[in-house]
């Protein structure tokens, strides 16, 4: 939180599996409500943690998401390195032994079309090989599935994906999977000051115009002058 908070300019990527595999299969901040655990025998009645609206609410300039063998993931990943600042990642893994498939309605072959949507700047945000998008319910300020007819999307006023609209990420990251499909690629790619460049503007800031003196600093504040020596005890 606090790294994203000052944007430091670094990269960070979460493997998401919802599970703690480490553990022996324990349920984990990110499992879904009736996971069945070691931890959770009668199923899990935790809410679980959306990383990417964490991410946003803790004031991260990028954030993205992606799936760990899926092709589109090289290219997510060098946004997150060109972006200036710090760029957050969550990555969809499997875990093979605790929690095989979990994700598998969205990315299995038969359901990666109907329920993936990667968003690219400046494209609409289309799915389901471009028969659905999405677009905005003003009345009531949120996102809605709308059907396209013919390849029309802005007749059927599907929204084209602005990477610098803070609210159109919050409502992406906050979609239901299931009514809605899983939002893919850069989500949120809007550039300010880093940290590292604040503090050296900062410092540029306070040292224009002064001379460096060292002996100047080192009298500084209360000082004595030894004359003579102490006397013996």
């Not at 999307?153 to 239901?176: D, F, K, S």
Request: some cysteine.
């Amino acid at each position: 939180m606090h790294l994203l908070r000052r944007n430091l300019n670094c990269q960070i990527l979460l493997f998401n599996n919802e599970i703690y595999g480490l553990t022996k299969g324990q349920y984990s901040p990110t499992s879904r409500e009736g996971t069945r655990s070691p931890s959770t025998p009668f199923g899990s009645v935790d809410h679980p943690a959306k990383p990417c609206a964490f991410a946003l609410g803790s004031g991260a300039r990028f954030v993205a998401r992606a799936i760990d063998v899926h092709k589109n993931l090289p290219s997510v990943l060098k946004a997150a390195h060109a972006h200036q600042g710090a760029a957050f990642i969550e990555i969809f893994q499997n875990c093979i032994v605790y929690n095989d498939d979990v994700f598998e309605p969205f990315t299995a072959k038969p359901n990666a079309q109907l329920n993936q949507m990667w968003c690219e700047h400046g494209k609409p945000l289309l799915f389901a090989g471009g028969a659905k998008g999405l677009s905005l319910d003003v009345e009531r300020l949120t996102l809605k599935v709308v059907d396209v007819v013919d390849g029309d999307w802005e007749a059927a006023g599907v929204i084209v994906h602005n990477t610098a609209n803070r609210a159109i990420a919050h409502m992406l990251v906050e979609m239901p999977f299931g009514p809605f499909p899983m939002a893919l690629g850069v989500l949120y790619d809007d550039p300010a000051p880093t940290f590292e460049s604040a503090v050296v503007a900062q410092n540029k800031a306070a040292s224009e115009g002064k001379k460096p003196d060292l002996q100047k600093l080192v009298a500084k504040g209360q000082t004595w002058l030894v004359d003579k020596a102490p006397h013996a005890l």
